[in-house]
Structures are given as C-alpha cells and as structure tokens.
C-alpha cells in the first residue's frame, strides 16, 4: 500500500504529557496537511508544510502545537501538555503539488490517528 | 473566507435507488475546486469525486456524479445504484485553486447516509 501511512492509528495520553503523531506521505508527494476531527464535526485544517517549510499555520491553536516536516522521514505533528479537549482524530493528507498546474491535485487522507486523552 | 454548508440530516435511500447529497459553498474566489469525500465508520478519508469551477461539464466517476450548479453555489452528489458499502458520512470540501494561494481544504460538518436492504 503506497498511500498516506499514519501512525499511531490510536493514542491514549494522560493529561499534561506530550503527544506525538507520525505521517508518511505518498511517496513522491512533497506537500503535507494536518486536520483535526472533532466528534460529530467535519475536518478542520490545521497546518500545510513542504519538506522543512512551513507554508501555512493558520489553524494551529497558537499554544502547545507544532509542526515539521523534515527532509528526510515523516512528518510530526506534536502536542504539548495534552488537555482533555485535544481528543480527536488528526488526519494527515498529501498531494504531488500544492496549486493546481496541468491538473487538479486532489489530496489523498491517511487512515487518522486517534487521540484519547485520559 | 470559504465557506461549505451541508445541512441535511441524515439520509436514507433503498439499495439500488439514486440519492442526492446536498452541498452549498461560499466563496468569493474566482477559482476554486469541490470535492466530496467518503468516511465509513472505521475512519478512514476516502476521495470520490473533484469538480473545478471552470470546468463546463460535470464531473462523474462511476456512480458518483456531481451535480454543479455555478450560480446558485451548489455542488451535490448524486450516488446512482446505492449499495450497502455506501453507508457512511460524505462530506464536501471546497479549495481555493487561485495561483499563489494555499492549498487546503475547507470541510463542511457531513451528511450521514444509511443504505437500506
């Protein structure tokens, strides 16, 4: 399977640890997404970034999140000091480009990693 | 600021019937892209179906087809010949594909739909 690869596919924390989610893009694919998935919600964007470039942040909480994307290995999402109200799922996606060029690019989702906190 | 709203509750159709998935968009971007995507319940994002704003036909692949109606913004699915494996959440997301800008896809909140036996 060359698609997304995430890991953990599930995460339990206690409260005030740190969290660390992994995701493989397609190979080939130098553009990666977060998303976060409340229950009952749909996918809200949280952070775009190119190998070692953060392109955008807008919907990272200002506190306790980061992001990278190194040159080589996957992509980290990190939590700090987790709270009960950061349980959700977080979706990695990947696409070849960011823009559209010849074509559009659609992004493609790993499976999600879900995050319980205790 | 893009905006997809889906407001239907949650759908049900009889195996092998067509139903139709509502998504209005707001947008003030003149290029842009939809998407619709399918999440079963064991989690998973799966795509189905990409419309452009430019593009003069609508899109379909397979049973999914798009039913995009530019000037009432609106961007339904339409699942032909429902089958028990499309019991799941859809939910439509919209792109801005303008040069220079990002890339990241605003959701709406999802439809359920239930196919019944």
């Known amino acids: 399977n060359a698609g997304v690869m995430q890991n953990p596919r599930h995460l339990v924390r206690r409260r005030g640890q740190e969290a660390r989610l992994r995701c493989s893009p397609v190979?080939?694919?130098?553009?990666v997404y977060w998303y976060r998935q409340l229950p009952e919600e749909g996918l809200k964007f949280m952070v775009y970034?190119?190998?070692?470039?953060?392109?955008?942040e807008s919907g990272m909480p200002k506190e306790r999140f980061s992001a990278e994307f190194p040159k080589e290995g996957p992509s980290i999402l990190r939590i700090q000091q987790v709270v009960r109200g950061d349980s959700a799922a977080y979706f990695c996606?990947?696409?070849?480009?960011?823009?559209?060029?010849?074509?559009?690019?659609?992004?493609?989702f790993g499976d999600g990693t879900r995050l319980s906190i205790l | 600021a893009q905006k997809i709203t889906q407001t239907q509750p949650g759908m049900f159709v009889q195996e092998k019937e067509a139903v139709t998935l509502d998504c209005t968009y707001d947008?003030?971007?003149?290029?842009?892209?939809l998407f619709w995507y399918k999440q079963p319940s064991s989690g998973e994002m799966i795509f189905l179906i990409y419309q452009g704003s430019y593009d003069q036909q609508n899109a379909t692949e397979g049973r999914y087809s798009l039913n995009f109606q530019k000037a009432r913004k609106s961007a339904n699915l339409v699942i032909s010949a429902s089958q028990l494996g499309d019991s799941a959440m859809y939910f439509c997301a919209m792109r801005d594909d303008n040069t220079g800008a990002n890339s990241k896809l605003t959701f709406g909140k999802g439809i359920t739909l239930s196919v019944r036996p």
């Open positions: 947008t003030s971007d003149p290029s842009y892209g």
């Open positions: 190979k080939g694919h130098s553009h």
């Open positions: 996606a990947s696409s070849l480009r960011g823009r559209t060029g010849a074509g559009y690019q659609p992004q493609h």
């Open positions: 970034l190119q190998k070692e470039n953060i392109i955008d």
